[in-house]
């Protein structure tokens, strides 16, 4: 009877490593509109309090790509819930047949053959 078959090893690693680079890369370029967003603002008040015709007029662009922004940042974040209770549910599924030890670290389901 063979009784050291396993399966299930490595892949868990490989899983982790991509859910990561997805969340820094959500994370990085929400950062990143925030920002903006920050310049965007100090402008518009710059604009507001010279009461020229001119940067008045342009405030309406400014707030219309600000608006836009916050769209942008909602929607990162709404797909990184998204890809975060996937990675849980498939973590749960996971732990639930076995390939992963619980503690999130990966496992090794055990296979015995019925010679």
Do not use: W
Request: charged share 25%; hydrophobic share 30%.
């Amino acid at each position: 009877m063979e009784d050291n078959l396993f399966c299930g090893i490595g892949n868990d690693t490989q899983i982790e490593s991509k859910v990561v680079q997805t969340f820094q890369k959500n994370f990085v370029q929400a950062q990143n509109i925030l920002d903006r967003n920050r310049l965007l603002i100090n402008e518009i008040n710059q604009n507001h309090e010279s009461k020229i015709p001119d940067n008045l007029s342009r405030n309406v662009g400014l707030i219309r790509e600000l608006n836009n922004n916050f769209r942008r940042v909602v929607d990162l974040y709404a797909d990184l819930s998204n890809s975060f209770t996937k990675s849980m549910e498939g973590l749960s599924e996971a732990e639930s047949t076995g390939t992963i030890k619980s503690g999130g670290r990966g496992g090794q389901k055990r296979i015995r053959s019925s010679n």
